[in-house]
């Protein structure tokens, strides 16, 4: 008798897992290829299974393969048409294709259906933040955190979203939390990231102008910044040596950006010249972005005044700036100058930006300004000098650490002296 209970409870050791079971395991551990390996044989031995089509569905959804993750969902949903779990999947990886108004709509009814689900009110977060809706995320994160304060997802988000506002000591509480919560290779890596993070950046830089026919001594200034990323924002200190008009100047400046509300960036700048040969004696920045909604243009706005030796310059730069999606941009400013002593103008400035996941990216722009030169060292009262410019850049990385930039620029004077302009940058990350 003891020796029949021994070899019947030795059966389920010795009896081969299967690849439903098996691929479960490997989901469950993380490991994507193996789960979906596993569980595609899986949904072919078991085509009525439709939790093996959920499982099948979510891991094919982790690597981004969301139109084949849909169809293992809905071939779920047609054995299985108002069970739940698939529903919550489907609406997910909706999600994850970037349709949020759909996704939106369908966790909604999912969060009516089953109001104590914290997964769908995680999910309703996540939509909000990439959307651009940071207030809107906290609050359902926070609604988990209220009723669930170990919530892993919803510490999680939280994390997150203190990160895209660079508060990184709150970011990294809400990540070991979850952490200690529950473990997994997505948390470590987030945690990995903040800890290895390179906080300061070195730039080194080159600017050239030539002009047309040799009429003008040619421009040039190098110039170096040292900046530093805090929970605060961004601030750098820069100096650069340069020369126009055959005299010299040295340039110190140092700088703030970062952001004041969850819409909200904002920059301050201030700088000057000792000697201030042809740089300004001192000049002064502030200007804002705000993003209103998501898929809205942003605003932009910003204010300077420059304090030059013979006058002062004010200059009102608005206008907007729109993400298209897809590492695409664009932006459209108008520019307004007021010269002391002279005569105020008005311009534009356009710029088309494409940035590739692999870091490389270009730029082309064109401007159209105005100079009043009254006061000016090529002083002509009453007169204002029009030009339009054009410019391409492109930029790049050598490795995570390195990077480098290069543009050419052309500007048309009228009834004047055409410049061609180039700079070449590199800078590392420390």
Same mark, same amino acid.
């Given at each position: 008798m003891k020796t029949r209970w021994l070899c019947i409870w030795l059966i389920p050791a010795i009896t081969a897992a299967s690849p439903f079971e098996r691929g479960v395991q490997a989901k469950a551990a993380g490991d994507k290829p193996r789960a979906v390996r596993e569980l595609a044989i899986a949904v072919k031995e078991q085509p009525d299974n439709a939790e093996a089509w959920y499982h099948y569905g979510v891991v094919l959804g982790w690597q981004d393969r969301h139109e084949e993750a849909l169809a293992a969902i809905d071939r779920g949903l047609s054995i299985a048409p108002a069970d739940y779990d698939l529903r919550v999947a489907r609406a997910r990886v909706i999600a994850w294709q970037g349709n949020y108004e759909l996704a939106s709509a369908e966790f909604a009814?999912?969060?009516?259906?089953?109001?104590?689900?914290?997964?769908?009110?995680?999910?309703?977060?996540?939509?909000?933040?990439?959307?651009?809706?940071?207030?809107?995320?906290?609050?359902?994160?926070?609604?988990?955190?209220?009723?669930?304060?170990?919530?892993?997802?919803?510490?999680?988000?939280?994390?997150?979203?203190?990160?895209?506002?660079?508060?990184?000591?709150?970011?990294?509480?809400?990540?070991?939390?979850?952490?200690?919560?529950?473990?997994?290779?997505?948390?470590?890596?987030?945690?990995?990231q903040l800890e290895n993070e390179k906080l300061m950046r070195l730039d080194f830089g080159l600017t050239a102008s030539t002009f047309a026919d040799?009429?003008?001594?040619?421009?040039?200034?190098?110039?170096?910044?040292?900046?530093?990323?805090?929970?605060?924002g961004n601030f750098w200190g820069r100096i650069e040596q340069g020369e126009r008009f055959e005299e010299q100047d040295n340039v110190l400046e140092i700088?703030?950006?970062?952001?004041?509300?969850?819409? #909200?960036?904002?920059?301050?700048?201030?700088?000057?010249?000792?000697?201030?040969?042809?740089?300004?004696?001192?000049?002064?920045?502030?200007?804002? #972005?705000?993003?209103?909604?998501?898929?809205?243009?942003?605003?932009?706005?910003?204010?300077?005044?420059?304090?030059?030796?013979?006058?002062?310059?004010?200059?009102?730069?608005?206008?907007?700036?729109?993400?298209?999606?897809?590492?695409?941009?664009?932006?459209?400013?108008?520019?307004?100058?007021?010269?002391?002593?002279? #005569?105020?103008?008005?311009?534009?400035?356009?710029?088309?930006?494409?940035?590739?996941?692999?870091?490389?990216?270009?730029?082309?722009?064109?401007?159209?300004g105005a100079e009043s030169l009254d006061g000016q060292i090529l002083s002509r009262s009453g007169e204002v000098l029009h030009s339009q410019t054009w410019s391409a850049s492109i930029r790049g990385l050598f490795n995570d650490n390195w990077g480098w930039q290069a543009s050419l620029e052309y500007e048309d004077v009228r009834g004047g002296i055409d410049r061609r302009g180039a700079a070449v940058s590199i800078y590392r990350r420390f």
């Open positions: 009814k999912l969060a009516d259906e089953n109001p104590a689900d914290d997964d769908v009110v995680v999910m309703q977060g996540r939509i909000a933040s990439w959307q651009g809706r940071p207030d809107e995320a906290a609050i359902h994160y926070q609604t988990v955190i209220d009723r669930n304060p170990r919530q892993v997802d919803a510490l999680t988000g939280l994390g997150d979203l203190a990160r895209d506002r660079r508060k990184r000591t709150e970011a990294m509480d809400f990540y070991q939390l979850a952490m200690e919560v529950g473990p997994s290779p997505d948390l470590q890596q987030r945690i990995d040799s009429a003008r001594s040619d421009w040039w200034s190098v110039w170096t910044q040292l900046s530093r990323a805090t929970d605060w700088g703030w950006e970062g952001r004041t509300a969850d819409s #909200l960036s904002n920059t301050a700048i201030l700088g000057g010249s000792q000697d201030a040969l042809w740089a300004p004696e001192w000049y002064a920045e502030v200007g804002a #972005l705000w993003s209103p909604q998501a898929g809205w243009p942003a605003l932009a706005a910003e204010l300077r005044h420059a304090q030059y030796v013979t006058r002062g310059v004010w200059t009102l730069r608005t206008g907007l700036v729109y993400n298209f999606g897809n590492g695409w941009s664009g932006a459209a400013r108008w520019v307004h100058q007021d010269f002391e002593g002279g #005569l105020p103008t008005d311009g534009w400035i356009l710029s088309l930006d494409k940035e590739y996941e692999s870091g490389l990216g270009w730029r082309i722009g064109a401007a159209s």
